[in-house]
C-alpha cells in the first residue's frame, strides 16, 4: 500500500478483555514499530521487530503485551486482561532498514494509529 | 538515560509571526534527530532530519532546524508561520543504544497560529 495502515482506528473494550490491533507496513520494509502515545505525551517505544523476529522489546510495559510478526509483513500487537491504564493511541511505524548499533538513518513512517479506550 | 526535552508545551502565534521551538536532548555521542508534525486528525509526518553533515537543515513547508551540539539541541524554526501550520510538533531523537533504530519523542509542542 501507498503508507502504513492500522485497524481498527477506534477500538473500546472492557476491563480485563483481550485486544489485537493491526498494522500493515509499507511493503517492502523489513523494519516494523510499536509506539505508544498517551494523552499530553509524545510516542513511546514498545517494541521492534526486523523481518519476522523482535529485535527489541524493552518498551514493552508488562507481560500483557505481547506482539508478532509471522511473515515479515503485517504485525498484531495483543493485550490481556487490559487495564484502564493501557487506553491510549497505539502508533505503528516501519521503515526499509532498521539497523543496530548506530544511530539508524532510516526514516521511519507513522500510520495513523488505533485509539483504545478501556472502559 | 538518554531523554529528549521540549521546552515549549503550548505555542501561540498570529500569522507571519517567526517560529522557534526548543529540543534538547541528553547523550554526549552521535545521535540522529528528526522533527515530526501531526496535523489535526492526521498521522505522524517527518518534516526534516539531520543525520551528519551542514547542521542546518532544510525540511518541507519552509521550515528548518540547526543541530548545536555543544548544547545538545536541535531547534525548529520558521521565519513566517501560516495557519496551515497549526499542528502538534515532536522532536525526537535515535540514540546509539540498544536497538539504535527506535525513536525517543519528546511531550511535542502544540503550535496555533491564529489569523
Known amino acids: 500500500g501507498a503508507g502504513v495502515s492500522q485497524t481498527p482506528s477506534n477500538k473500546v473494550t472492557e476491563k480485563g478483555k483481550y485486544v489485537e490491533l493491526r498494522c500493515d507496513p509499507i511493503?517492502?520494509?523489513?523494519?516494523l514499530y510499536w509506539y505508544r502515545q498517551s494523552l499530553g505525551q509524545g510516542p513511546e517505544f514498545l517494541i521492534y521487530?526486523?523481518?519476522?523476529?523482535?529485535?527489541?522489546d524493552s518498551g514493552l510495559p508488562n507481560d500483557r503485551f505481547f506482539a508478532v510478526r509471522p511473515e515479515g509483513s503485517v504485525s498484531t500487537l495483543k493485550i490481556q486482561r487490559t487495564e484502564r491504564g493501557d487506553s491510549a493511541v497505539y502508533l505503528c511505524?516501519?521503515?526499509?532498514?532498521?539497523?543496530?548499533?548506530?544511530?539508524?538513518?532510516?526514516?521511519?513512517?507513522f500510520g495513523p494509529g488505533t485509539r483504545l479506550t478501556v472502559l | 538515560a538518554q531523554s529528549v526535552s521540549q521546552h515549549n508545551h503550548h505555542v501561540i502565534l498570529s500569522e507571519a509571526a517567526s517560529l522557534e521551538l526548543g529540543c534538547n536532548y541528553s547523550?554526549?555521542?552521535?545521535?540522529?534527530l528528526f522533527w515530526y508534525v501531526q496535523y489535526p486528525g492526521q498521522h505522524l509526518q517527518l518534516l526534516l532530519k539531520y543525520f551528519s553533515g551542514d547542521p542546518l537543515v532544510k525540511g518541507i513547508k519552509g521550515f528548518e532546524a540547526e543541530f548545536i551540539k555543544s548544547k545538545f539541541s536541535f531547534n525548529l524554526r520558521k521565519p513566517s508561520v501560516q495557519w496551515s501550520d497549526t499542528a502538534e510538533y515532536f522532536c525526537?531523537?535515535?540514540?546509539?543504544?540498544?536497538?539504535?533504530?527506535?525513536?525517543?519523542f519528546g511531550t511535542g509542542t502544540r503550535l496555533q497560529v491564529m489569523l
Open positions: 547523550y554526549g555521542g552521535t545521535v540522529n
Open positions: 511505524a516501519s521503515s526499509l532498514r532498521g539497523g543496530s548499533g548506530r544511530p539508524s538513518t532510516d526514516t521511519q513512517y
Open positions: 511493503s517492502g520494509h523489513t523494519a
Open positions: 525526537a531523537v535515535s540514540f546509539p543504544t540498544g536497538t539504535a533504530s527506535k525513536l525517543t
Open positions: 521487530f526486523q523481518g519476522t523476529g523482535a529485535a527489541d
